[in-house]
RNA sequence: GCUCCCUUCGUCUAGCGGUCAGGACGUCGCCCUCUCACGGCGAAAACAGGAGUUCGAUUCUCCUAGGGAGCGCCA
């Protein structure tokens, strides 16, 4: 008796995919992946001045980045102009439709009316009863729903609970535009239905959109899908996250070295709590996830927690795959081109195995980058500014000292090295900090690294001795 | 202005009449330590305000304040 479970995401293409409605992909995709049934992508662009390729196109390739697979091919709603036009004959048929052929300073001027005496409907059924003979000679109708007059429009609402809108307050919405198009308000209904979607999750600034769609559903005598409508999120300060303040593309998210699980379960946690679990693995994500437990209020954007997050998960990738993600991000960052020039065979098995250490130390692929930067870099190395202070005589004639140490080791890895350090400090009456620090700046250029025998064993003995000796005179 | 939605630590949240109001991020200490991280331990930190209902309200109801969404021949 139970149908299975059909979600879409309905993005319009007149901009990139910002991370809102990544989150409504997410659940949308994660309900229907939870109670096995599917999830379809419908592109909302009937709005022909708007709807551009190249957002059709961002729009896509967020999805894919983010790993949200649909169901069969993408609908095109424009391409449905047909059939929702078919649809609105019916309705004129069956008189739960009607022309109207007000004109815009008519619009105006009811609408200014209904403002200036505090209604919400404004339009005053110029044309709900009129005879159609009294149509002025050549104006294209529009036509409006003839919506009820009295009563109530009720939404149960998944996550808003019963939401009740009194009917006086719901206007004759216009279904077809005078040139003949859809709008969106039609369209959503009949293509949900025609697609067989049974459930709606989306940004609760359609909830009252949902009321409106509820009425054209009862008009046709259709069953309203099952709703759901979320809460916003909202930028770092509470304000509202538009594409002027803030709002990014998921592939900024990307490009700032962002792993899509980690991406993923920072937004399902945004506004949906499971206990006090933090981290879901995809499996225990769908497993989880729940409706009825999406909070009401709108979260704030908390790149802090995101990065704790992303951190995590870069400790728990496969060295492999962090370090496949890593020069698969280079496409998409500035310098990305030059670094990955100076990546070869050798370059990847030392990356690789530096990868433990690497990871240990980076939020972000792009830490990530720059923490391996002493294996990509090449002799005479910068040193910065801060590691450049401590390059004083003492330490250079101490990193001289180091040299011959270490040129003494034959077998050379990370616990010979480490054995000679060791060795060197305690004969010399030194800490194994006095001697670390300065070498790890004669080879890397910087005062923080992985760990110092690590470099060592990564950077190889001919590398080591050179950049030693690099800085020992002068 | 009107309609609808929301309000627990700085942030994300748990809570579904009786809790010392829990967890996480962040912050601040301490430990670990070759640096930085990681990890461990600990601390500060919240029920927007006011009326009710109740033996008892963070939890239920109403009001106020604040925030948000919508009020298109945009989606």
């Keep these: 008796m139970t149908r299975p479970v059909v979600t879409r995401f309905a993005p319009s293409p007149t901009g990139f995919l910002h991370i809102g409605g990544a989150r409504t992909a997410l659940f949308n995709w994660l309900y229907a992946k939870k109670l096995g049934g599917k999830m379809l992508l419908r592109i909302e662009d009937t709005d022909r001045e708007r709807s551009t390729q190249a957002a059709i196109d961002a729009i896509l390739d967020g999805l894919k980045w983010l790993e949200l697979d649909w169901d069969g091919d993408v609908v095109y709603q424009f391409s449905n102009a047909a059939r929702h036009r078919e649809v609105v004959e019916q309705m004129l048929e069956r008189g ?85 198009t859809p709008t969106y308000m039609l369209a959503v209904v009949v293509d949900d239905h025609d697609m067989g979607v049974t459930h709606v999750i989306r940004g609760d600034d359609h909830l009252i959109n949902a009321a409106r769609q509820k009425q054209i559903y009862d008009a046709l005598g259709w069953e309203i899908p099952v709703m759901a409508h979320i809460p916003l999120i909202h930028g770092p300060d509470g304000s509202k996250l538009s594409k002027r303040h803030g709002a990014l593309g998921v592939d900024a998210y990307r490009s700032m070295g962002y792993l899509p699980v980690a991406l993923r379960n ?121 590691a450049r202070a401590l390059l004083t005589p003492e330490t250079r004639q101490l990193i001289g000292r180091l040299h011959g140490a270490l040129q003494a080791v034959e077998a050379w890895s990370g616990e010979s090295t480490e054995a000679a350090m060791r060795g060197f400090a305690e004969t010399n009456g030194l800490k194994l900090g006095a001697v670390a620090q300065p070498l790890r700046v004669a080879l890397t250029g910087r005062t923080t690294s992985p760990g110092i025998f690590d470099v060592l064993a990564v950077l190889g003995r001919e590398e080591c001795l050179a950049r030693l000796a690099d800085q020992t005179s002068e």
Aim: with cysteine; aromatic share 8%; hydrophobic share 40%.
């Design 266 to 386: 920072y937004l399902v946690r945004l506004g949906w709590g499971h206990g006090d679990q933090e981290i879901f693995s995809t499996d225990e994500m769908i497993a989880a996830f729940d409706l009825p437990a999406i909070g009401r209020s709108a979260a704030r954007f908390d790149f802090a927690k995101l990065e704790n997050l992303n951190g995590h998960y870069i400790r728990h990738s496969n060295d492999q795959t962090l370090l496949d993600s890593l020069e698969n991000l280079l496409r998409y960052i500035p310098n990305g081109a030059q670094i990955a020039a100076k990546i070869d065979d050798n370059k990847r098995a030392q990356l690789l195995r530096a990868m433990p250490g690497l990871k240990e130390r980076a939020k972000t692929l792009l830490e990530l980058i720059d923490g391996a930067s002493f294996i990509l870099a090449e002799r005479p190395l910068t040193i910065e500014p801060k």
């Design 96 to 180: 739960t439709a009607y022309r109207c052929y007000a004109s815009a300073e008519e619009l105006t001027q009811m609408r200014e009316a209904a403002r200036a005496e505090g209604r919400t409907r404004f339009y005053n059924g110029l044309w709900r009863d009129r005879d159609p003979s009294e149509a002025p000679a050549g104006v294209k109708p529009t036509i409006r729903l003839k919506a009820p007059l009295t009563g109530e429009t009720v939404i149960e609402d998944q996550v808003q609970g019963r939401v009740v809108w009194q009917n006086d307050n719901l206007d004759d919405l216009v279904l077809l535009r005078s040139d003949g």
